[in-house]
Every structure is written in C-alpha cells, then in structure tokens.
C-alpha cells in the first residue's frame, strides 16, 4: 500500500514550519511567498526558460517530461529550480498553484536527497516514483488547504473549499471529501492545535 508509505507527520511539520516563517497567511496561498523562503530555490515559467535557453516550450515540456511542472536539482550547489508551464494553464490559477505546490513537496520531503545517485535521472531530474508523487500531492493540500481551518473558515462544501483555497474543482472535489473522512476518525493534535493560532496570529480575517 502506497498510502501507508506517506509519511504523514513529516509532512505535517514541514507545513507547520513553512507557516511559522510566512509574514502573512492569507488564501488562497500564494506559493511564491512559500518559494521565497527556500534560500536555495529559484521559479521559472516554461516560456522564461525557454527563452533564456534558446529553445521551445515543447522542448521543456520534453526535458521535463511533464507538461505542467518539473523541478531540477542541482547536486554539486544544491540547488533547486521549480519551472512551471504557467501557459498551458493561463485560465487555471488553481491548477497553477497546486503544480507549485506540489513541486515545493518534493523539495521539503527531500525526495532528491533521497533519490540522488541513485534515481535522478542523468540531467537532474526526479525518476518518477509513486510515493514521491503521493507526498507532494499530500503536501500540496496540507500546504494550500489545511483541514484544521476548515470549522474556523465555515468550508461546508466543495465550492467553499475553491473559493477560499483556489484549488481546480476537481481537487476541491475531492479535497472536501477527503475532508469529510479526517472529520470523522481523527482526535485532535497539538500539530492542529499550531496551525490554528499560526493563522489566528497571522490571518487575514477578523475571528
Ligand atoms: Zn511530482
């Protein structure tokens, strides 16, 4: 079970810390402020690398093997680079937003760390890997939706999920349902407990 390989709590903390750093916490999240704080990541659009690199987004889009987003790791420097094809998704902004996201997961859960030597792939790039895709997809929502704001924001629904998070409807979608099952089995935590007051402290909404 792929699932049970998720390393949940890690993951939990790393947002918890993101949140502790942000200036501000408002939503929908901009991800260029998370990206801001990782002093050894830079954000490229595909056509900006494009353009630098003389060559076609088509290009990226196979050096990435990925039409929406990839990240590069530099070994030697250690340093990231998250390019994200921000035009194929220009009438998208919560598809942009959680490519980004997701991108920031690899990099928190150290999945190139992890993976260097032995499955990057020769230019730098992640092998894909389905427990890396499903803890940058966990990070994703914990980082743009977290559950334990839910009651405080009144999300009741789906459509509340996107219109305060700016998720895609599919991923509100299921987002919520998601939502509806951590509900039900979960006893509160001390890691909810934290990012309720970070977002009390930091919101911008009157409580
Ligand atoms: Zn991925």
Redesign the pocket.
């Known amino acids: 079970m792929i699932h049970n390989m998720i390393r949940y709590l890690f993951i939990n903390n790393s947002v918890l810390q993101i949140y502790s750093q942000l200036p501000q916490i408002e939503y929908p999240l901009d991800v260029n402020q998370v990206i801001a704080l990782l002093p050894n990541c830079r954000f490229m659009t595909y056509d900006k690398f494009a353009e630098i690199n003389n060559c076609s987004v088509d290009d990226v889009i196979q050096i990435c093997e990925s039409k929406t987003g990839c990240t590069h790791y530099e070994i030697d420097n250690n340093r990231y680079l998250i390019l994200c094809n921000n035009g194929s998704m220009s009438n998208n902004s919560g598809r942009k937003r959680w490519t980004e996201a997701?991108e920031v997961g690899?990099i928190m859960c150290k999945h190139f760390e992890i993976s260097a030597y032995s499955s990057l792939s020769e230019n730098g790039f992640?092998v894909n890997n389905p427990k890396?895709?499903s803890e940058?997809d966990y990070f994703a929502a914990t980082l743009l939706a977290p559950f334990p704001l839910y009651k405080l924001l009144n999300i009741q629904s789906a459509i509340d999920v996107q219109d305060m998070f700016g998720l895609s409807t599919e991923a509100s979608l299921y987002r919520f349902k998601e939502y509806l099952r951590w509900k039900k089995g979960h006893r509160k935590t001390s890691w909810e407990n934290d990012i309720i007051n970070l977002y009390k402290l930091k919101g911008n909404i009157l409580l």
């Open positions: 997701h690899h992640l890396f895709e940058a």
